[in-house]
Each structure stands twice: as C-alpha cells, then as structure tokens.
C-alpha cells in the first residue's frame, strides 16, 4: 500500500466537492492538503459547509495558490468547459481525477456537438479514461487521469453494459427512463431548483436531448461494435440524492439476470437483486452501493430492467474515489464501505 | 340546471371521501346530506378531517343509517370488494358514482384474474359506464351507475388514447412507465407509506402486474378492436398528489400531437402543450386539469406523450364529481374549475 | 355589491402575485386587467406559471404601460423600497392594497430602523391602514391604501392580540417560536432555498432580529398602550406552505381560551379549536382560514397559544383579497371560502 | 483495546437496531454475533433493511434463541416495557445498553406516572446508568447497564445542563421548544406518520406532557438540587432525520456561550458555535455530532440556546455504541466519526 496520499480538490464549494472531503474524512490513506473555491478563497470549508466544521482542513484558496509539491493526485470538481482549462496547467506527472464532463467523450465532433464548442485540450483527452470502474480497472489503474461519468451515464451503464456484452437484448430497443434528485444539478441558485417549485413537482426535463445521452451511445456503440443509441428521457424527483434509471428492453428476463449476476459476481459495490426485484433509492443513499434488479415484463421477450445508486457517492464522489483508490495503489473499497444512510 | 341536489358519501374517511367534500363545499347546485365511515361513525368530520372544521357537515354515520330518501346520489368511496356488496343493498332508483375498482372492468373473467375473487354484482356490472368523461360523455350523462377510473388509468388514457383513435401510433408498442404520489395508496397505516419510508425513496411497485394494466388493456383493444397490452410500470414519489405518465410511443411526434390537439380542443379540463413542451405535477396539484405534453424522440418515428394529473382531483374525486354533474344535468364543470394550487 | 371590478397586479412573477391570480380566477366580482413584471415583459401568465395556463389572462407588461382607466384597484406585489417609488406614482384616486413591507411601519424611525434607509413616500403612509383585517375592518372599508402584514407578523398577531386586549397576559413575557415555509421567501433563486438545503434542513435564521419583530412590537404597544416587545426567533420548515406560531405566555389557559373564543366568534375565517387541542399547517393550506389553539402548561398560569395559516393566503395574498373586497363593497368572505388542500 | 466484542441486537426490525447495524459494520472492534426481531424470526436482515444488504449478518431469531456465551454486549432496541422483562432474563454477567425508556426514570413513582404502570425491574433500575455519555463519562465507563436518553432529552439537556452547572441561568424560566423528525416515532406503521400527513404539516403533539419531560425534571433538578421543571413543547417536522432544540432562557449571552465552550471544549462530539450563531439539523444528519449555538436576544438578560443532532444518531444509537465503546474499553469515538451526510 502506498503512503499516505495528498490530496489537492479543485472546486470544494460544489456539493461533489464537499462530497469528496466527507469521504476522505475517514479514508485512512489520505489526506487533503489544498482545498480551492475562487469565489469562497480565504474562508474555512466550514463556513462553506457547516456539517463539516468538525474537521480540520486547509483554508480554501484560489487555484493558483495550489503548491504542487504537497500534491499527490488532484480531483477537479470545477464546472465543465472550465475544467479542461485548469486541468491544461497543472504539472503533467500529477494524477488527476476529473468529475466534470469535459473529458468524457472520446470523439471531438461528438463533444462539440453536444457541449457546443470545440475542445481545447484534445491531448489530455486522448489519455483520459472513461472512470466507470467496474468495466474500466485495468485502464484506471495505470491511467494519470480519469475523466468521472455521468451521474445518470453510470446509472444506466450499471443496467445495460453487462446485457449488451452477453448479447441477451436487442441493442435497438432501449429506453431508459430515469429520475434523478436535486443535489444533481449542483449548488448554484436555479429558480428551478427552489424546494418550492421541486416539492410536489415531478416532471421530465431535457427530454431525449440531455447530454449524459452521449455518453449512453459512446458506451453502448462501443460493446456492440456499431452506433447503437438508445432512448433516454430523465426527470427530477422532490429528492435530494438518488437516481433509479428503470430500462425497458427486449430479451429473456432470465437470461438478463444471469448477465447481470455473472458480470457483479465478484464487485464490491455492485448488488443484483433476486429476479422479481426492483431497488430503491433509499437504500443506497449515502453509499457507495448500487442495486440492480430484473423483473419480466407479462409481454413475452421483454423485461426491465432497474439500477438504483447515490449520484453524490457511486455517481460522482465515491466513482472519483474509487479510481483514485487504484491509481495511487490502494485497496479498491477504502474508505468506501460505509453502509447507506437509512431512513 | 336541477335544483339542489342531496348528496350522500359512502366511506368518508378516506382522502378521496375528503376530497368530494372538499370540492362539493363550493359547489353551488350540490348539498351533503349524508357522511359515513362506520370506524368513525358519531363522529363529527372535522374531528377525522380537521381542515374541514369550518364547514356544516352531518356527523358520521353507518351506512344503513342513511336514508335514501334524502339522496339523489350516492359518492362511493369504500374500499373495492366492499363497495359491490353496498351498492347492491342501494336502491336501484339512485344515482351512483362509485370511485372504487368494483366496476370498472366489463369483463367478469378479467375482474376475477386481476382482483382474485369472482364478482358478486354482474347486473349492476353490466349497467355500469366507465367514468372516462372525456372518452364516455354521452353515456356518463344517462347512467345510473358510473364506475370511476384507476387514478393511474385516467392518466395514461388521457395520453394514449386519442392516439389509438386517430391511428397515429403502433398499437404493440406502448410502453407506459408513470410515477405517483402517496395520497394514491388511502389513509390506512401501512410501512411502506411512513414518511421515512418514502421519503427519498423513490422506488417502482407492482412492474408488470399493477391492476390498472387491466384498465389499460380493456380500453387500447375497445379502440383499436383486438387485444390490446401496454408494458406498464408504476412507481412511487415522494410527494403527496399527482401522477405523470411518461408514455414510450411509435409514431411521427407532430401527428400524434396533432391527434391530441384534435381530440381535446374542446375539452375544458384537458390541456395539450405545444409540441416539445413535458407537463410536471406542480402545475395541476388541487385541480381538476391533466396537462398533456409530447416531445420528439431523437430517434426517428418514436416519441415520448406525457399526461399530468392529481390522482385525488381529475384521477378521483374531481372526475366523480365531473360525472355527477352529468348525471345531475349540471354544467359539466361546475365546482371544479380552481386552479391549481402552486406551490 | 359592486360591479366587476377591475384588477392590476404590479408584480404577477412572484408567489404572492400568482397566488392572487389564482383566488381571483374563480371570484364572481373581479377580472384582471392588467399584470406587470417588467423582466417578463411581454409573456404569457401561463409561461411564468404554467400552473395557471387555462386562464384567459392579459400578457404581462411593464408598469408604465398600465392604463389606470382600466383599473379600479391595484395589488402592488412588488418587492419593499420598490413598492413606495412606484405607488407615488399612481394615481390619487386608485384603491391601492400593498402587499410589501413599505407601508406597515407607522413610525418612520422604525421604519428606518429595520429597513435600512428612509421612508421615501411618508404622505402615503400617513394614510395606509395596516390590513390586519379583523382588527382594523373598519378602517379597511373606507381606506384608500391598505398595508397587508407581514405573514409572521399576522400569525403571531392572531394568536396574541386579543389577549392583550382583554388583558388576560403578562404583556412583558410573550416568547413567539414561529416556524415557516420556503414560499415565504419568495421566487428569486436563492441557495437557501434550494431543494437541497432545506429538506432535512430546519433551523432558526434572524433570530430575535426579523423584521417582522418591529409589527410585533408596533401591535402590541398599540393595544396595551405603552412600548411592549417579544422575543421572536422564526425557523425556516422544508415545506411550501404554512407557519405556525407557537406562543409561550404568562396567564390562565381558560381565561386564554376564552378571550380567543370570544374574539373570534363572528370571524368567518378565524377558528378556534377546544381547549387542549393544537393546530397544524395542514389543516390550512391553501386556504384562508387561521386556525387558533390554547393548551396549558403543567406550570401553573402559563400556557402555550398557537397559530397555524397559509402564509401565501391568509398571510398574504388572501388577506389582501380580503381587504379589496372590503374596499370595493364587496361581501368579506367573496372568493374566499374555498377549503383548505388536505393531503 | 478490547479483542473484537460480540455484539448482540435485540430488536433489529426498528430503525435504532438498524442503525445500530449500520454503525458497526465499519467498527473495527465489533462483530454481529445475534440479531433478533420475534416476528420477522427466520428472515435475513436484508429483507427487513434492503439498505444493509451488502453486509453479512446473522439471520434474525427469536430472543430466546441467543446463545448468551456467544455475546459480549446486548443492545436492547425493543419497545419500553417489553425491555426491562427481557432484560430481566439476561445473564447477570453481560454487559447491556438499554435503548428504550425503561431505565432512564431513577425514581420508580416518576416512572409509574409518566408511564402508566409500576416497574417490574427496580433491582435493575437501581444499578443503571444515565447514558448521557458527556455527563456520566465515569459511570458509563465501569456499568453493567446503561440507559440510552430520550432523544429529545439529549438534545435539550445538551443545550440546558452546563448552564445549569455553571450556574448562568434561571433554572425556574427554562422553556425548550423543539423540533423532530418522524424516524424518532419509529417504524410502525401510524396514520399520522404517513407520508401524505407528515408533509407540508408541521404541527406540536404531546403539548408540555412529553414523557421526556421527565427526564429534563430529572437532570435539571440533580443539577440545580432541587425541584425544577421547564416547559417543553415538541412538533413533528417534516423530514426524517433531526432534532433542534431551541431553548428560551434568562441569563446574559456571553455567560452561556462561555459556559457552553467551557464544558465542551474537550468533547469530540459536541460543538460550540460562534456567538450569535444557529444550528441546523442538516448539518449533522447521519453523524453522532451535536452543534450547539447561542444568540443573545434584543430584551437584556434573555438569551436563545440551540442544540441539533440526528435522533437516530447522537439522540439514540450512536449515543448507545458510543457508550459501548466505554463499557468495552475502546476508544470512544471509535465507529462513530463519519462526518454528517449532506445534502
């Protein structure tokens, strides 16, 4: 096992940000040594996030002010477009864990499509690994910098990938339908994410058009060895934390629940429910869990398919973790076992 | 208009017995003349219902104590099974709405596979219309017994249906995925509607076997005159009121938007947003509108419809009361048109 | 009764704006002619508040553009030190309700005091009632500019006046312990506000420093004739709706209960439950009715009072209803008497 | 240290069992021996709590089938009486934390009035130890049997006794009002804990006759050294996790704010705010850390003392395994320094 490791968070104000330091608040190999928030620099984490005030953590600083010497691998929790800019200057014999979306999409046309610019620091991309851990460990191990995925990309991911490896669905018949909580769309101040329009106020949004799509047809075409793209339409829940992505596909439940049994054998973090089941977003919350489930639809050769995980921990936080975990030489799970948080 | 008409509610205990009352108190051609809850009887409303405290109300009775002679219809909101054994004790000179699942399926071999017991009332069965307004207007007005919709089943009809109608969509493949609210499951105590159960829990119940496929079926294939299934699966919010359905769909977007603009251009309570625009809950929380929305899927000839309701109001209460103005020979939207409460 | 009155509403974006739109959509003797919100200049009402979409409304406008020929009375929900600078713009003759904080300060040291600057319209509020409806209806009926009340201040006032009143408390120990819901901050994008703070957030904020303390104080001297102030600390609820004060006095709990009862008897929207008995914010919401308990302490000649309403409603914009009706000549209670929304 | 100790549940179907649960399964110094819950003997604790899934746990038994030889320790989480006659069976050799009422009231008349029936076990009761860890360090350390506190108790006594001690307020004007959440009524199943009654209705019950009364007369008066009582109203919030007590005293500001620093300076667990500062209940969800705060009021010689924690947490289990860890010789911050959950 390595040393204890240092540990630099670009963009602690963020709520993945504060994500990381609760995390790595009883990682027994790390420990943080620079914590920025250009707007928040010069106060205390805190301030910033009273339920950590327990801790004793540097200052936040500008980025700038980061001393590259006391660093041994940075999370950059920055907003995306941002991110590639910050991520162009820092040393490049730094490990780095991205957990924004700018090093996500291999192919440049792709992410200038769906971002809306072009890319200014396609090199780095080339070396990037796409972080989903369990079908990405051996690239992450050796990787210097691993780009995080979506948070609603690793939940449909965890249901689908496993099937279209095994070739038990129809690739051309996907629909995933998702709800997602509103720690998801960050901590910046959106009309849209006042408890008084959440509460009570379920609906779709960005609806077959939201980016994390992208990252559904790269994945998908990439197992089947053709462009496959399926339906995706994601929806906020009145809910801080938690996403459960419920995808229609066509293809024997059986037989998709003995993929999904076969390829989380021996996964740590990943749970196949009894065939009949379906998770919930409760009981993961908090953790570093994900539950999966199959249930036969009554219509023969169909079935649906669930995955329910924390989008803070499994879908941000505890991914980036994780991969830090096997980039600096750690055991894959430390730090990252604690059980969720229920009720 | 008909004079005043005396109402009685059977089973008014329940959120949705609360609900009629709710609505009937400013309804001005409608008076209560009758309350039961036979756990409750003696009792006075406000005391089982404290928002309800500053309305007169007659105490809570047993329902053998109501006398038919001060009631020109009957709101039943009794619990299903039990609600055909009353009703064949009614006399067969009073109207009826009956808000339970008790006849809402034409079919006695489909009742008996869905609610696990042979029907007990196949006469009144036979005279019962299905309380669909907008889909049974003529026949609702003339009845004597209207059975209301599935909360759940209205919502997903309203979506679906006039597509079935126009011919605008494929007809196998619909794939109905809906979340609703707590209130759906009534007042009685059950874990798994504790706030710390459902609360940040969003889970989906019943996939593939939810009884309201039965109201599904029986209405696709009336339309389209063959057997007729949907996939369908419900999921539960953590909120208290509403219902979205999102509806997988085969079909041009702009027909099928076409086809519902047709179909309830004339519909005072149904709304059909412009093309691309998703409903949410908030938006018809307390009333009787459902919002209907359809969006293009990014891959050709498929789309997503949406339809938003509050189960208690236009699922329940609010389309019993629809029915009943029918039936009554009042404008059909009188006492219903509040708008909704938000936030 | 009037005829149709003719209704403005400067400042139709907000929840207090919305929520008058909404109550006066289904009042017989009001239509709106006009609503401003100068950002939103030339929307619809229904893309601000969808929830409002069935409504034939004006498109909003700015305020200059507001022909006061087509208007009878203006509700001004503008946001404090907006409110005076636009209202000494209107015409003399204008029934004018405010539902700011501008105009509820009689003294303007006071008001300078709590509101950070001098009071730029003092002619204007020489001549402004403070609309606490049931203390000051006569003065209501005849005024020409009506100051709605803070909706902590109103709730607190309803619980604690008519014991001053009837001199039944100690006027020097009166502690308000007030809890409120995120609506009462309004619609502007806030981090406080967001979903993901306030769910499982409740906390104190401007403890024993809200301005809402300065209508408190200003009441109570008023009816005991000399300078008298609690101690007020409100805490913010993850709710939408609602406030409960919860009130801790030195007196009699009979002799409480019975000053209340007395007080109240007549009001149509003011109910006071049994003794012993404690109100909740469900019980109200989305209603105009206030609901009032006493329950006494086990020390002997203390006693805990409680107010519990709908701050958007009975706290804001149903109390400004209230005051118009009165002001227009229209029965108190018109547009009102809907039932509260219970689940 | 201790070997690992062998842990025995008793009553692990509620959610303080299953807090218990998920806080031992990364303590390094325990293991799960025996898990009982008499109704749901036979099934895994998986079943009952889909949230601990991933552990490896003992399948759930009836109490009497608990070997004794295998436990080190018993956590007792059964409902109030029902503990002491099952307490009343154990070896008199083993070590036992009490997570009910039973053995918290010294005086058995005190007990016998506040819950209604005489103790069975006064031998035991005599020997038991007040499990207010900051309070009874010492006692805990050398008990054989400990009372876990209330958990509205906790949260008071955490904010009232070191002013008691140091003497800086008057223990005759004490009045606590707080704030809980709806995991502290536990799992079963309740009408009035449902989700769509909790939700948007914030309400007080137990109106200064909570049986935690007892406990607050109980310290205070062993304090003050002689009889004093406060007055205590508690509401139910909306949410599942907190308690914030907010407590009205006489006394100056500074004093108790250096009262409070003084006493907690040293404590791992407790921590004092700045001077003028409040707490929120989301900032220490999920942890054992209680923030304390103190804010003067604008009458002299009045102050507002604050305390939040999480009920299940610090107001229960993690409170029971932090006096555990006394009882066993380990470090007694061990397991229990997770940082607080948020959002």
């Avoid at 079908?135 to 780009?147: I, Q």
């Avoid at 449909?156 to 669905?169: S, Y």
């Avoid at 998908?220 to 009145?238: A, D, I, N, Q, W």
């Avoid at 229609?248 to 065939?275: C, S």
């Amino acid at each position: 096992m390595a040393q204890t490791a240092r540990i630099a968070i670009l963009g602690a104000s963020g709520y993945t940000g504060a994500e990381l330091v609760r995390l790595i608040a009883t990682h027994p190999g790390m420990t943080v040594t620079a914590l920025t928030a250009d707007r928040r620099a010069g106060e205390g984490m805190g301030a910033v996030f009273p339920h950590l005030r327990h801790l004793e953590l540097p200052v936040l600083t500008r980025i700038e002010e980061v001393d590259p010497d006391q660093v041994d691998l940075y999370f950059c929790a920055l907003p995306h477009a941002t991110s590639q800019e910050v991520i162009k200057t820092l040393p490049r014999d730094k490990k780095i864990v991205d957990l924004s979306a700018d090093f996500r999409l291999r192919d440049p046309d792709v992410y200038a499509e769906w971002y809306g610019r072009a890319h200014s620091a396609m090199d780095l991309q080339a070396e990037a690994v796409y972080g989903l851990t369990e079908f990405y460990r051996d690239e992450v191990r050796t990787a210097r910098l691993v780009a995080g995925t979506g948070c609603n990309a690793a939940t449909g991911n965890f249901a689908v990938l496993p099937l279209l490896v095994a070739d038990v669905i129809d690739p051309d018949e996907i629909i995933i339908n998702l709800a997602g909580s509103v720690s998801g769309a960050g901590r910046s101040a959106k009309e849209g994410m006042l408890h008084s329009e959440v509460s009570e106020g379920y609906h779709a949004y960005n609806v077959a058009k939201h980016r994390h799509l992208a990252e559904f047809a790269q994945e998908f075409s990439k197992v089947v060895g053709r462009p496959v793209e399926p339906t995706f339409v994601p929806h906020l829940l009145p809910q801080n934390r938690g996403i459960l992505a419920t995808v229609y596909v066509r293809g024997q439940a059986e037989a998709i629940h003995n993929a999904l049994t076969d390829a989380y054998v021996d996964e740590p973090f990943l749970h196949v429910l009894p065939l009949g089941e379906a998770p919930a977003t409760r009981h993961v919350r908090g953790s570093n869990y994900c539950h999966v489930g199959v249930v036969p639809d009554r219509r023969p050769d169909r079935a649906i398919v669930f995955a329910a995980l924390d989008n803070l921990t499994k879908g941000s936080s505890g991914q980036a973790l994780q991969n830090a975990n096997l980039m600096l030489g750690f055991p894959e799970t430390m730090g990252l076992t604690m059980a969720p948080l229920f009720p």
